[in-house]
């Protein structure tokens, strides 16, 4: 019989055409502005927008860049928002649920601009993503979303009944869902590698195999001790799946679901 290609399979496929690797070491500066911890999307995009207005950044990551989510994930472009909008009207009210749909807009815009923009190969196709429901209830709340969606926010979102679905996806497993056009996908180790690629061209540092043991307030900068010295610095960014930062406005507008920018001015320990 023949073997499963993926029962002895025990890195992700991506790696195959884009693999995470160590960068040459680099000697450890003694200050910097910023000392950014995680060179994934969040730390590297963080580090790109900081090192491109001047800032000395250095960004260490603990294992080789990229090696975290970035290169694991689906490669969804999505920035959709979870709960769905029925929930976060519930609970937040109309107007702030929809500031929040439209920070999820704004991000795919953004990415899809700075992948432009910037020339980076990473297989991008904006193809338009599919969501199929199981009930009929979800068909009309599902219905509903995509209404609001293409009337609000003006993206093409519309229902696709059972009978119309098979010609979108070539099954009949859902009962009907709603097609968006707004939705991509990316190869997101390419994705990554380019992201390093340019994030090292702004004059970013970026230390691989290198653990940030703690981060200390010390007067009014940081003592940053890491597994190959000590740095100071001016200002620390935790960048491991964190969240938007209001102290550095640069880094986060746009970049709310592919690269998150997180300043931590908080102890952190290995475990
Ligand atoms: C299975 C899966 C599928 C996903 N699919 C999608 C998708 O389709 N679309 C989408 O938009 N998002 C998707 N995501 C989410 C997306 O991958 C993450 O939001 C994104 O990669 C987060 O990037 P990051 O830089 O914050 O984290 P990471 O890429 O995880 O980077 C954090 C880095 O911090 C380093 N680190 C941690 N602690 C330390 C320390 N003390 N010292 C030094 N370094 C440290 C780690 O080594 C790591 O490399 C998916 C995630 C997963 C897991």
């Keep these: 019989m023949e073997e499963s290609r993926i029962a002895d399979k025990n890195t992700p496929y991506w790696w195959e055409e884009a693999p995470v690797k160590p960068l040459p070491r680099q000697p450890l500066a003694k200050k910097v502005d910023v000392a950014i911890i995680g060179a994934g999307y969040t730390g590297l995009s963080a580090g790109l927008v900081l090192a491109r207005e001047g800032r000395s950044v250095a960004a260490f990551d603990a294992m080789n860049p990229g090696e975290g989510a970035s ?3 689906g490669g969804i472009t999505s920035g959709s ?7 976060i009207t519930r609970r937040f009210g109309e107007e702030k649920a929809n500031a929040i749909e ?4 704004i ?3 953004f990415l899809y601009d ?3 923009t910037e020339g980076l190969d990473c297989d991008f196709q904006l193809v338009g993503q599919f969501k199929g429901v199981i009930g009929y209830d979800d068909y009309e709340k599902t219905a509903r979303s995509a209404e609001v969606l293409a009337k609000r926010l003006g993206i093409e979102a519309y229902a696709v009944p059972y009978a119309e679905q098979r010609n979108y996806i070539g099954t009949d497993f859902y009962r009907g869902g709603m097609a968006r056009m707004d939705i991509g996908g990316l190869h997101p180790a390419k994705f990554h590698a380019e992201l390093l690629r340019v994030a090292l061209a702004s004059g970013l540092t970026v230390h691989s195999e290198t653990h940030v ?3 200390e307030k010390d007067g009014s900068g940081f003592r940053v001790v890491t597994s190959a010295g000590t740095v100071q610095a001016r200002q620390s960014l935790s960048a491991r799946t964190v969240i938007l930062t209001a102290r550095f406005p640069s880094c986060a507008a746009g970049w709310s679901r592919f690269a998150a920018g997180s300043s931590s001015p908080r102890s952190s320990r290995r475990t």
Excluded at 81 to 87: F, L, Q
Aim: charged fraction near 35%; glycine fraction near 4%; hydrophobic fraction near 30%.
């Design 71 to 73: 290169t694991r994930n």
């Design 81 to 87: 928002i979870r709960p769905d909008y029925a929930t």
């Design 102 to 105: 439209a920070e999820g807009k």
């Design 107 to 109: 991000a795919r815009e």
């Design 114 to 116: 700075f992948i432009r």
């Design 213 to 215: 043991n703690s981060i």
